[in-house]
């Protein structure tokens, strides 16, 4: 009976490792309903700092991840800080 439990958990716990690879942690919106995002105008792309996500476009796709393609380059001057209703900042603007 105890090895059959030790089975189930370990089961179990490879089940939610699969379960939860590739995907992208988020969290809330802030204070007042809101997400804050550091927009760079020059290139397209928004950060969530507080996921630690970038969203940008590719041929008219919305893309997301922890790390940019390496062609894209952010030029913090030009960092706007805005805040969203919506965790797709892009529909709002």
Do not use: S
Request: charged share 15%; proline share 8%.
């Amino acid at each position: 009976m105890k090895k059959c439990l030790q089975f189930a958990f370990a089961g179990c716990a490879l089940g939610a490792m699969l379960l939860t690879a590739g995907c992208v942690a988020t969290v809330g919106p802030g204070p007042g309903g809101y997400y804050d995002y550091d927009y760079y105008p020059d290139v397209g792309v928004y950060f969530y700092p507080a996921g630690g996500v970038y969203y940008w476009n590719h041929g008219g796709v919305w893309h997301h991840g922890r790390n940019l393609p390496h062609d894209y380059t952010l030029h913090p001057e030009a960092r706007q800080q805005i805040h969203a209703h919506t965790r797709q900042p892009w529909t709002e603007r």
